[in-house]
T-cell receptor, first 115, second 112 residues
Framework: GAVVSQHPSRVICKSGTSVKIECRSL??????MFWYRQFPKQSLMLMAT?????????EQGVEKDKFLINHASLTLSTLTVTSAHPEDSSFYIC???????????FGPGTRLTVL | RKEVEQDPGPFNVPEGATVAFNCTYS??????FFWYRQDCRKEPKLLMS???SGNEDGRFTAQLNRASQYISLLIRDSKLSDSATYLC?????????????FGSGTRLSIRP
């Protein structure tokens, strides 16, 4: 159990376009989903925490108008990178957890390249 | 001071060796603890949870020392496939929410 999928796995887009990434918990209901970003040879950076049916909580320095998060159901959260620029190129990873202080389960990640 | 601190390594050890990592955390109210491994250009995968009594899973042993606020991971008889970055993860409870804190990871390289 505890499988998380992410789509797409890789996207290459032109500067100025918006990119939508989906994160799904396949075999459990995720009360909370997390979005991370990881630059090469660096550690995971938490961008935001989203709870189903409520607004996401963004980490300091993360622009909520640029990284739109929607957590419409207990199995789906989406991250939209609006007006992407080359500096947004990164590895975006979502994770999901059940209720309580348990482990997080990660999706396989989305590698975004903005030209 | 970071909430979760790890030695970044890299640790470079021969196959078959025993290797141990430590991780310290600053919040004494931390609730739960985990070790994840992350392979290059892949997502982190849960390796094991860490319990107060210590726990073992095959060649891997995890220990928690609440008094000194550190957790450890011991890998015995290391294999080439153990080469990865090992992430220490702590779950802290703040009022009505909990927050997962990741260490920056310890790189392990096993050589033949």
């Amino acid at each position: 159990g505890a499988v998380v999928s992410q789509h797409p796995s890789r996207v290459i887009c032109k500067s100025g376009t918006s990119v939508k990434i989906e994160c799904r918990s396949l075999d459990f209901q995720a009360t909370t989903m997390f979005w991370y970003r990881q630059f090469p040879k660096q550690s995971l950076m938490l961008m935001a925490t989203s709870n189903e049916g409520s607004k996401a909580t963004y980490e300091q320095g993360v622009e909520k108008d640029k990284f739109l998060i929607n957590h419409a159901s207990l199995t789906l959260s989406t991250l939209t990178v609006t007006s992407a620029h080359p500096e947004d190129s990164s590895f975006y990873i979502c994770s999901a957890s059940r209720a309580g202080p348990g482990a997080q389960y990660f999706g396989p990640g989305t590698r975004l390249t903005v030209l | 001071r970071k909430e979760v601190e790890q030695d970044p390594g890299p640790f470079n050890v021969p196959e078959g060796a025993t290797v141990a990592f430590n991780c310290t955390y600053s919040n004494s109210a931390s609730q739960s603890f985990f070790w994840y491994r992350q392979d290059c250009r892949k997502e982190p995968k849960l390796l094991m949870s860490v319990y107060s009594s210590g726990n073992e899973d095959g060649r891997f042993t995890a220990q928690l020392n609440r008094a000194s606020q550190y957790i450890s991971l011991l890998i015995r008889d290391s294999k080439l496939s153990d080469s990865a970055t090992y992430l220490c993860v702590v779950n802290n409870r703040y009022s009505s929410a909990s927050k997962i804190i990741f260490g920056s990871g310890t790189r392990l390289s096993i050589r033949p």
